[in-house]
Antibody, heavy 122, light 109 residues
Framework: QVQLQESGPGLVKPSQTLSLTCTVS??????????WNWIRQPAGKGLEWIGR???????NYNPSLKNRVSISVDTSKNHFSLRLSSVTAADTAMYYC??????????????WGQGTTVTVSS | EIVLTQSPGTLSLSPGERATLSCRAS???????LAWYQQKPGQAPRLLIY???SRATGIPDRFSGSGSGTDFTLTISRLEPEDLAVYYC??????????FGPGTKVQIK
């Protein structure tokens, strides 16, 4: 079955750019009717959708982050990536990648990575 | 932006009891685009219900979803100790494309 694994630096300095990668295993990122998402969750708080990408490169972003966020996909490496610029302490959170299925599940997110903690601090 | 409100904030029940969790939207949500997730401590969220009432693969039948328009419900018919978790509703379709409710924490007495 498809599994997702986030990777990237756990500590980022304020004003710098956060970069994370989500590697897809157990299946091709190009197969099926899926979008590939990033979601974050500050410690003890709720979930915030950041954005998503289709393998064509088409993206959707949360307007609250749109000016700072970029999501890309590398089908040859079977992974997709998140870049969030000009980070502040407010960007400290657990970052999850997840797949949403638009053919069978009405865009519900049925596969999630285990998450990776990112702390913004000098 | 559609805002999702969940109630109660915390629910404390005994094993075997029925849990009823509410999700209310500030605007009508297309029925097909309402999902519920379970997040156990230290874990990623897990999809329980999609399309407001369809159980995801492998989800026990004690979990059920219902509702339409602005009012949706997740019911756990007979609580088990492993149901200790925070439950989130999520809508798709209105900007931002996905929004989550603040969650309901289910505690087991």
């Amino acid at each position: 079955q498809v599994q997702l694994q986030e990777s990237g630096p756990g500590l980022v300095k304020p004003s710098q750019t956060l970069s994370l990668t989500c590697t897809v295993s157990g299946g091709s990122i190009t197969s099926g009717y899926y979008y590939w998402n990033w979601i974050r969750q500050p410690a003890g708080k709720g979930l915030e959708w950041i954005g998503r990408i289709y393998t064509s490169g088409s993206t959707n972003y949360n307007p609250s982050l749109k000016n700072r966020v970029s999501i890309s996909v590398d089908t040859s490496k079977n992974h997709f990536s998140l870049r969030l610029s000009s980070v502040t302490a407010a960007d400290t959170a657990m970052y999850y990648c997840a797949r949403d299925d638009f053919r069978s599940l009405y865009y519900a997110m049925d596969v999630w990575g285990q998450g990776t903690t990112v702390t913004v601090s000098s | 932006e559609i805002v999702l409100t969940q109630s109660p904030g915390t629910l404390s029940l005994s094993p075997g009891e029925r849990a009823t969790l509410s999700c209310r939207a500030s605007q009508s949500v297309a029925r097909s685009y309402l999902a519920w997730y379970q997040q156990k401590p230290g874990q990623a969220p897990r999809l329980l219900i999609y399309g407001a009432s369809s159980r995801a693969t492998g989800i026990p039948d004690r979990f059920s979803g219902s509702g339409s328009g602005t009012d949706f419900t997740l019911t756990i018919s007979r609580l088990e100790p492993e149901d200790l978790a925070v439950y989130y509703c999520q809508q798709y379709g209105s900007s931002p494309l996905f929004t989550f409710g603040p969650g309901t924490k289910v505690q087991i007495k």
